[in-house]
């Protein structure tokens, strides 16, 4: 309702100044005390019959003290990309001026790539980039972090000369190996392999340093035992989520492979759907019986993946064969039990404390992933409103049975490179230039159709099945609730 009465008034404002004023008028009340007026000043000339703002204008509005005028004069000069140029030295004012808040720095972030075609905006990047420049820490963290969002055209070598310096400094890594992962550089590679085994740095970074360093090569020791220890779901979910990555795209060995098979606990909360390529590809005659096992314990805990992964799970037990048989007859019992493991847990939607739910949230690892609020991670959909959007069902299924729905924006896609390298994740925009994926370990992989050796929708959920064992019934109960109560 406040929203709406705010949107009503400043119709209503803008009403008001169209019905009484002329143009000299408007231009006069840019300047007027209310930001109300201001910024309806600001719309309107922008608009027929006036349509004469200009970058001058809206210089003054992107330095009013008033923060929602400023974003209002973000969003009209992405509108008016002719002023790209003039932009330029705004930009490089802002970026090289006192101390940035968070929303500025990321609306600053987003009029440069808006602008990133601009001659005058790539050589800002270059020049702030370049590790002779004096440009204070946070700044560079921004602008590196851009760097993987400029798919308009190739990078500008100065950027990438700014990777090494990047990966050597902690502050600026995390953003630096961002870096890497959308625009891969062979010559990165052992420097790569050698912060894989860096003890002092963060595991997840490790992970991801070791996914960029193994893009060709397999999996050394060190970096399988880390990545194993950080499947269980005791890790933390940034740790999880990498190592899974890293996993799924390895080319393992049959040792590595069976220790991966033996300490697969029901601990382990990550989903089996994006183990299943791996695992078919590396397995072996020896260790054909450990794999058949490994899936029967799963499908046992309820694994129900949709036809197609389970048919690429199958491939390694021939027709007939009794691994076969009994992994069909497994998967069908669970599908055959699907609706009627629903309507069990029917009762389960009414009855339980959102309060206490928030809890079960957190316990079940559903925050690592889902946002809620301010708060949570970004590996799946922003639940804040969900109860608003999905009935009591849904909601039930999207927990019990991941895979049997995909929220948009989330459909999984799986991608191989010409040089051989597979990336997944959900398709974060596709275009003539190329397709941005984003891992679930959060990293946006931009690949140019030139390099796209082949790339096609999947059928596997990034979010695991059986999380509700994670629970107690009456907390399951109480999560059902809370997820209801998100309006
Ligand atoms: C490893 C990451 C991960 C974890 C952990 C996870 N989810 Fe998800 N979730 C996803 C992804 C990715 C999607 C989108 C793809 C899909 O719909 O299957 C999703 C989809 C959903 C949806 C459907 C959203 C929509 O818009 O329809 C709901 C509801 C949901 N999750 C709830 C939960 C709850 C509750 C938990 C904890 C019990 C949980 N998730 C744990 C990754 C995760």
Avoid at 49 to 78: H, N, V, W, Y
Avoid at 173 to 193: C, G, I, K, N, T
């Amino acid at each position: 309702m406040v929203r709406a009465a705010d949107d009503f008034e400043r119709h209503a404002c803008i009403a008001a100044l169209l019905a009484l004023a002329d143009e000299p008028f408007i231009r006069g009340v840019l300047g007027h005390p209310s930001p109300r007026v201001r910024l309806a000043a600001l719309h309107l000339l922008d608009q027929p019959p006036f349509a004469t703002l200009s970058f001058g204008d809206l210089m003054g509005a992107l330095a009013d003290k008033d923060a929602g005028i400023q974003a209002a004069a973000r969003r009209l000069l992405e509108r008016h990309r002719e002023w790209a140029g003039s932009a330029a030295p705004w930009l490089r004012e802002q970026l090289t001026s006192a101390e940035l808040d968070d929303p500025t720095a990321s609306a600053l972030g987003s009029l440069l790539v808006t602008f990133q075609s601009e001659a005058a905006v790539r050589q800002l990047f270059s020049e702030l980039l370049d590790p002779a420049t004096p440009t204070p820490i946070a700044m560079r963290a921004l602008l590196l972090a851009q760097l993987p969002a400029l798919t308009a055209q190739e990078p500008d070598p100065a950027w990438l000369r700014a990777v090494p310096a990047a990966l050597a400094e902690p502050a600026l890594r995390a953003a630096a190996l961002q870096v890497v992962a959308s625009y891969p550089q062979p010559d990165r590679e052992s420097h790569l392999a050698k912060l894989a085994v860096d003890a002092g740095v963060p595991a997840a970074q490790r992970l991801l340093a070791a996914r960029l360093a193994s893009r060709r090569a397999g999996l050394s020791d060190d970096m399988f035992t880390l990545a194993i220890a950080a499947l269980g779901a005791a890790a933390p979910a940034v740790d999880r989520l990498a190592a899974a990555d890293l996993l799924t795209h390895s080319r393992l060995t049959p040792a590595q492979l069976r220790r991966l098979l033996s300490s697969w606990t029901s601990g382990v909360a990550v989903s089996p759907d994006a183990f299943v390529p791996v695992l078919t590809r590396a397995v072996d005659e020896a260790s054909r019986p450990s794999l058949a096992d490994f899936f029967l314990a799963r499908l046992r805990s309820g694994w129900s993946p949709a036809r197609p992964t389970l048919d690429e799970a199958l491939r390694p037990f021939s027709d007939g064969s009794p691994e076969r048989v009994s992994l069909l007859a497994a998967w069908e019992r669970n599908r055959a039990g699907m609706a009627e493991r629903l309507r069990e847990f029917h009762a389960l939607l009414a009855g339980g404390d959102p309060a206490r739910g928030r809890e079960g949230f957190a316990k079940a690892t559903c925050a690592d992933c889902h946002r809620v609020g301010e708060r949570g991670g970004t590996a799946g959909p922003d639940l804040t409103r969900i109860g608003a959007i999905r009935s009591g069902t849904d909601l039930l299924e999207s927990v019990l049975y991941p895979s049997s729905s995909f929220a948009q924006g989330f459909e999984p896609h799986r991608l191989i490179r010409r040089d051989g390298e597979e990336v997944s994740g959900a398709l974060v925009a596709q275009g003539p230039g190329g397709v941005r994926l984003r891992d679930v370990a959060g990293i946006v992989h931009s690949v140019r159709s030139e390099d796209i050796a082949s790339f096609e929708r999947q059928q596997l959920s990034a979010m695991p099945e059986g999380l509700e064992q994670l629970l107690t019934s009456d907390q399951f109960r109480d999560l059902l609730a809370y997820l209801q109560s998100l309006k």
